[in-house]
């Protein structure tokens, strides 16, 4: 997830980790546990995205993805 963070920024498209799972917040009551959420809370990123996107940008974050995507292997 850092490589790919720092790729993408090098590619001017800013992306970032993604927040802890909803049932980890201390104000939402809860006494359940997610394990699949938190395996893979840790490994998330992310994109641009909202509904104000312009449809440029998420073409954008593809393109940039399918290039650096020989760099993450």
Not at 23 to 45: E, G, K, M, W
Request: contains cysteine; negative net charge.
């Amino acid at each position: 997830r850092p490589r790919f963070i720092e790729l993408m920024a090098a590619h001017g498209v800013q992306v970032s980790a993604r927040s802890p799972c909803l049932h980890d917040y201390p104000y939402i009551p809860n006494d359940r546990t997610f394990p699949n959420a938190a395996r893979y809370s840790d490994t998330l990123v992310m994109l641009p995205s909202g509904p104000e996107q312009p449809l440029e940008n998420v073409e954008r974050s593809i393109a940039v993805i399918r290039e650096i995507d020989p760099l993450l292997t």
